[in-house]
C-alpha cells in the first residue's frame, strides 16, 4: 500500500557534499515523523535524522552542523542535505516514514514505519 524510494546519493570526496531524496507514494492519509538512518558495513544502524510533521527537527550528533534535514509535508518527501562529508559518513542511508495509510485509519489503527531500499553513501579520503 505504501512505498518508500531514496534517490541521491553516490561517491564524493571528503570536505564535499551530497544530497539524499526520499518520497512515500500510496494510500496515505498523514505522515508523523520522517527520517534517515545509516548503516556502516559491520555496524548497527543509527540515527542520523529526524523531522516530525510539526517541524521538530533532531540530529546525531556526529553530523549535527554539517547535515540539514527538511521536509514537505504536502508532497510526502523528506531530503538529506549532507555536506562537509567524512570517510566516516560512508554507509548505506535508509529513509523512513511513520505512515498512517487510509485503510488502518478506518480500521482504528495506529500509523507503522515504512522503510526505503536504500542510498549508498561512499566518502573517499
Known amino acids: 500500500q505504501v512505498q518508500v524510494v531514496e534517490s541521491g546519493g553516490g561517491l564524493v570526496q571528503a570536505g564535499g557534499s551530497l544530497r539524499l531524496s526520499c518520497a512515500a507514494s500510496g494510500s496515505i492519509f498523514v505522515i508523523n515523523a520522517m527520517g534517515w538512518y545509516r548503516q556502516a558495513p559491520g555496524k548497527e544502524r543509527e540515527l542520523v535524522a529526524i523531522a516530525t510533521r510539526g517541524g521538530y527537527t533532531n540530529y546525531a550528533d556526529s553530523v549535527k552542523g554539517r547535515f540539514t534535514i527538511s521536509r514537505d509535508n504536502a508532497k510526502n518527501t523528506v531530503s538529506l542535505q549532507m555536506n562537509s562529508l567524512k570517510p566516516e559518513d560512508t554507509a548505506v542511508y535508509y529513509c523512513?516514514?511513520?505512515?498512517?495509510?487510509?485503510?488502518?485509519?478506518?480500521?482504528?489503527?495506529?500509523?507503522?514505519?515504512?522503510w526505503g531500499p536504500g542510498a549508498q553513501v561512499t566518502v573517499s579520503s
Open positions: 523512513y516514514g511513520d505512515i498512517l495509510v487510509n485503510a488502518d485509519l478506518q480500521r482504528g489503527l495506529r500509523s507503522s514505519r515504512s
